[in-house]
């Protein structure tokens, strides 16, 4: 294991640092950008459930999924969220409540939606997206947590009508302790589908069930490539999967903590995992405690197969250097954890999902619990991405309200600026409401 793993550590004193430096920014976009073959497979599957509908989206299912659902199936029962409700463990409740309780707080405290007056006549107007659906991923693991991460803030802002779908991978189904997420939540439009098809599903409606205005949710690379085709025929969050995590560390830091801040991404599969770093003793340390920890977990050939293929650790010349290169690669989650100085070099960073500062921030505060979502822009998309938050699910309406002196005060410059664009009804439109 030792000589597979030894191949991830790159430093900056062999010839070809820079080029294998390059290429790994090239692979974090690479998946949410797939080979055109495969976009043409995305772009048919929508094309098709566009025309045939809920069948295409059953036969679809059953060929990626492996579950043989008729279109009546699709929807979970009222009676199978309450059911799921009841009987989860008591204690994942109540800690599924404080994690609600938590996001509501933050997305409330960081809400914009309000209306607001401005100069000269001028105002802004917030309204919630009506019709919003979330995927919430259930192929390598169940993630109830992805529930709580969109499902809040869309109903901080104010969205009336919140649609889940989910793959089911689990009895056929979704796994019961996401239905419970959605009992809890009032969420009772819940659909026992996932992939391309469920986004396709989600951006066309069929029959009785109408299209939703705007899809959000994380999800590998195909469910991603699915939101950027029906984008414009819908509105969507960003680019959000597969999962990514860079961490910028020095000599002060834990090597056994960087190594399982790893192994916590990596564990997603796909999932990538770059350590950035300016101390050679670190990196030599955290390889050595990736190879101990991996073997020490559950699915370790998994996590070893993984970390070769998704993993990195670059060891630079000096911090500067580590610090402008994060900025370029963007990441999904960003961890520092370089001490007293975590702070100033978070305040250098510009481009990044999330920032965790400091050895006590692991992402899974994130994940589960701190208040911000977990659904973040992946693949260097974080440079004109966003964090998904309760400001996404509402939308803005400029308001313009002229009395007849504001208006005669500025028609002669309307009107010129009308004219040099050769725009005569414009500058009429103007004019016809001073003449006698």
Not at 29 to 45: H, Q, S
Not at 60 to 87: C, I, M
Not at 308 to 325: P, Q, R, S, W, Y
Not at 343 to 354: C, E, L, S, T, V
Request: net charge neutral; aromatic share 6%; proline share 4%.
């Amino acid at each position: 294991m030792k000589t597979e793993l030894r191949k991830i550590l790159i430093s900056y004193k062999e010839s070809d640092f820079e080029k294998r430096l390059k290429s790994i920014c090239y692979s974090a976009i690479k998946p949410t950008f797939l080979e055109d073959e495969r976009r043409k497979d995305v772009a048919n599957i929508v094309c098709d459930i566009t025309i045939r509908g809920d069948i295409a989206v059953a036969e679809y299912t059953e060929k990626f999924d492996g579950v043989k659902l008729t279109p009546e199936q699709f929807r979970v029962s009222d009676k199978d969220l309450q059911k799921a409700h009841s009987e989860i463990n008591k204690d994942l409740l109540a800690s599924i409540k404080k994690s609600i309780s938590n996001v509501r707080k933050y997305q409330e405290e960081i809400f914009i939606g309000k209306n607001k007056t401005c100069t000269n006549g001028t105002g802004i107007k917030y309204t919630p997206i009506e019709r919003v659906g979330i995927c919430v991923p259930g192929a390598s693991a169940p993630l109830p947590s992805t529930v709580i991460m969109t499902a809040v803030p869309a109903q901080v802002a104010g969205v009336k009508e919140i649609v889940v779908v989910s793959p089911p991978r689990y009895n056929s189904s979704i796994h019961p302790v996401t239905l419970a997420v959605c009992c809890e939540l009032g969420i009772s439009e819940v659909y026992r589908i996932g992939g391309v098809q469920a986004v396709a599903a989600l951006a066309c409606g069929y029959k009785d069930r109408q299209k939703v205005d705007k899809i959000v949710g994380p999800g590998n690379a195909w469910v991603q490539m699915a939101k950027r085709e029906v984008f414009g025929m819908v509105g969507i969050d960003s680019i959000a999967g597969p999962s990514e995590i860079l961490i910028i560390a020095d000599d002060s830091s834990d090597p056994a903590w960087v190594a399982a801040d790893m192994l916590s991404q990596i564990e997603h599969n796909p999932g990538s995992a770059v350590l950035f770093t300016d101390s050679h003793t670190l990196a030599e340390n955290v390889l050595a405690e990736l190879e101990k920890q991996a073997s020490e977990l559950s699915g370790k050939d998994l996590l070893v197969e993984s970390l070769v293929k998704d993993g990195k650790i670059f060891v630079f010349k000096n911090m500067d250097l580590a610090i402008t290169t994060a900025n370029v690669f963007a990441s999904e989650h960003l961890q520092i954890q370089c001490g007293v100085r975590s702070r100033k070099i978070a305040d250098r960073i510009i481009n990044a999902g999330a920032i965790f500062i400091g050895e006590y921030t692991p992402v899974a505060t994130g994940d589960y619990w701190a208040g911000p979502s977990h659904t973040l822009p992946t693949g260097t998309t974080a440079r004109f991405f966003s964090a998904l938050s309760c400001n996404d699910f509402i939308k803005s309406t400029s308001i313009i309200e002229y009395d007849k002196n504001m208006l005669a005060k500025s028609a002669d410059d309307i009107v010129r600026l009308a004219q040099a664009e050769g725009l005569d009804a414009h500058a009429n439109s103007v004019k016809i409401r001073f003449k006698k």
